[in-house]
């Protein structure tokens, strides 16, 4: 049971891009995650006959929105609204409350919390003050009743915007959210680390009645007290969780009938609620000797004994994400088995999907690839042994570079960037 659903970057408008190989049911389940994703949070709602359903983050763009997302969104509104649920958006700017309100004809139990105006909700007699964190610190509702001021609960909720285009470069030009650090021209808004600076310096965001909320696809550490918001459905495999949303209870199921008594604890019950319909997964597979079928008999005993894709008594099939799987090769430092198996990819690929079959699991291998994330550092000067004016002199100056870079304290690029860069380096080398 949760009081209040909070959801971040349903972004309706914006499918996830559907592989041209992939079969009708997998493009299928694939086109629908996003909608699938947000529906899930809305039952929960309803479920739970949650109070208040807070949405931030991206919901639709006015500049590419079609008639019958907005109407889905308006209707999932009113659905709400008759359970006695109401929405909230938090948006950062409020010229977007009044685009989104136009698009779905103002619905009466739509609100909207902007970085000036926050939002005071009522539930079960219980006063909760909904701020958006984009906004000056210290921002509260604006109240003249002794009464009314008295602080209950007070929810301050930030987000950022880090690989909302499933970008896996954006890490290298994101702000550093675990150091606090962003560039001078980085755009509102600010970083986790900064947002938690900001509340700690603040009176009213630091009061012990406050809960700090931070919405991001980026998979990094938060600060000490703010609570990951996490999106109702990734995007690729490179962000950090599959997707969800999660519930705050402040009233006790039994005392809803009766008398609402205050949750004392109503913080730890910040609980989890999947929502995802579409799973991103890598399996290490490590390198056989022989062909494509060898390999793809390898990949195929790793998916069945990791049990990927598979119903059980408690979760029928039809309830299963669809699991997008990448089988990553590993091929130790061995730069002709990596070059090999770049060669019989596609083949492998065939023959693992000719064993898919829908009405028995729910798997879809989209790639197979030699591993960019091994390390380099066997084949370095210092364990090697190169000899000047030699290939293995080339590869372990190569893996000494990549190895500095891995070490300092200020890389260039990620670690994980070098790495694969210096393998498709070797790999060209020996290729040619």
């Not at 500049?63 to 889905?72: L, N």
């Not at 319909?277 to 079928?293: C, K, L, P, Q």
Request: proline share 8%; hydrophobic share 45%; charged share 20%.
């Amino acid at each position: 049971m949760a009081d209040i659903i909070f959801i971040f970057d349903p972004a309706l408008d914006r499918p996830i891009p559907v592989p041209e190989a992939a079969p009708p049911a997998v493009g299928e389940a694939i086109a629908r995650a996003v909608i699938d994703a947000f529906d899930a949070a809305v039952a929960a709602a309803k479920a739970a006959r949650s109070a208040a359903l807070v949405i931030c983050g991206r919901v639709l763009d006015p500049e590419r929105a079609s008639p019958a997302q907005a109407a889905h969104l308006r209707q999932a509104i009113l659905d709400l609204a008759a359970g006695g649920c109401r929405t909230v958006v938090i948006a950062d700017e409020t010229t977007a409350c009044h685009d989104l309100a136009r698009m779905l004809g103002e619905p009466k139990s739509l609100s909207f919390v902007t970085p000036l105006a926050p939002l005071a909700v009522d539930v079960h007699g219980i006063t909760v003050e909904l701020v958006s964190a984009h906004g000056p610190a210290g921002t509260t509702v604006d109240t003249t009743n002794a009464e009314a001021a008295v602080l209950q609960r007070r929810i301050i909720v930030g987000w950022d915007t880090a690989l909302w285009n499933a970008d896996r470069w954006a890490r290298a030009r994101q702000p550093a959210d675990d150091r606090g650090e962003r560039p001078a021209d980085a755009q509102p808004p600010r970083s986790a680390s900064s947002f938690a600076q900001a509340a700690l310096a603040s009176a009213a965001w630091s009061h012990p009645g406050t809960l700090w909320i931070w919405g991001s696809r980026r998979p990094h550490s938060l600060p000490v007290g703010v609570h990951h918001l996490p999106p109702l459905q990734a995007r690729s495999g490179h962000e950090s969780v599959a997707g969800g949303c999660r519930g705050l209870t402040f009233v006790d199921p039994a005392d809803r009938t009766g008398l609402a008594v205050p949750k004392a604890d109503w913080r730890s019950s910040w609980q989890e609620i999947a929502t995802h319909r579409v799973v991103w997964r890598t399996v290490s597979v490590e390198s056989v000797a022989g062909g494509d079928e060898e390999l793809a008999t390898a990949i195929w005993a790793a998916l069945e004994a990791a049990a990927i894709g598979r119903s059980t008594a408690a979760t029928p099939l039809a309830f299963l994400p669809i699991e997008i799987v990448r089988c990553s090769i590993e091929c130790g430092t061995s730069v002709a088995r990596r070059v090999r198996v770049a060669e019989i990819a596609a083949e492998t690929l065939a023959r693992v999907r000719d064993l898919y079959d829908p009405k028995s699991f729910r798997v879809w291998c989209r790639e197979v690839f030699a591993a960019p994330g091994e390390s380099l550092a066997p084949l370095g000067h210092a364990r090697s042994g190169g000899r000047p004016g030699s290939t293995t002199s080339f590869s372990s100056a190569l893996a000494d570079i990549v190895t500095a870079i891995e070490h300092s304290p200020a890389p260039p690029i990620p670690a994980d960037l070098a790495r694969e860069a210096g393998w498709l380096a070797l790999e060209l080398v020996e290729s040619t």
